[in-house]
């Protein structure tokens, strides 16, 4: 005759509000601590190898074309602050919302108003344009609502 030897397992222990506050705590003074880390890093986010195989393959199918390595930097430079610009503002725009967690909404909502925000950083200036023909253009920012 066999004998089973069964195990009880217990429940999790219950933390107390003071516990999960503290855990909490901690969890978000490593995620600051992150982004300080990046921030004030210059390495790229992209791996260099990465993008460079990806322009690449883009100019693969335009044709025969030849691309300097200080243009990839540029390249690169320039993609991850664009990417980094659209998570920021989409992140501003869920916070906005009352939400933690950037959703894809967020993304939608930034991906229009992208050129937008560009553009109103500039001033215009046109001391040609008549006073009559400025007031049938709407202006920059009405552009993105």
């Known amino acids: 005759m066999e004998t089973t030897t ?3 397992m217990s429940a999790p222990p219950q933390l107390s509000k003071a516990a999960l506050r503290r855990r909490a705590q901690r969890r978000n003074k490593q995620i600051l601590a992150e982004i300080k880390k990046l921030q004030a890093s210059s390495a790229r986010i992209i ?3 990465s993008f460079a195989r ?3 393959e883009v100019l693969e199918g335009e044709g025969e074309y030849h691309i300097r390595s200080d243009a990839i930097t540029a390249l690169q430079v320039a ?5 980094t610009r659209v998570f920021g503002e ?3 725009i869920a916070m906005y919302a009352g939400r933690e967690t950037v959703s894809d909404r967020d993304f939608a909502f930034v991906s229009p ?4 925000a560009v553009a109103s950083s500039f001033e215009l200036e046109d001391d040609d344009a008549d006073e009559e023909d400025s ?3 709407p ?5 993105c609502e």
């Open 139 to 143: 202006s920059v920012p009405d552009l």
């Open 79 to 83: 993609a991850e602050d664009h990417v």
């Open 6 to 8: 069964t195990v009880r």
């Open 90 to 92: 989409a992140n501003n």
């Open 135 to 137: 007031e049938h253009l």
């Open 54 to 56: 990806i322009v690449s």
């Open 47 to 49: 791996p260099r190898t």
């Open 113 to 116: 108003c992208a050129p937008c």
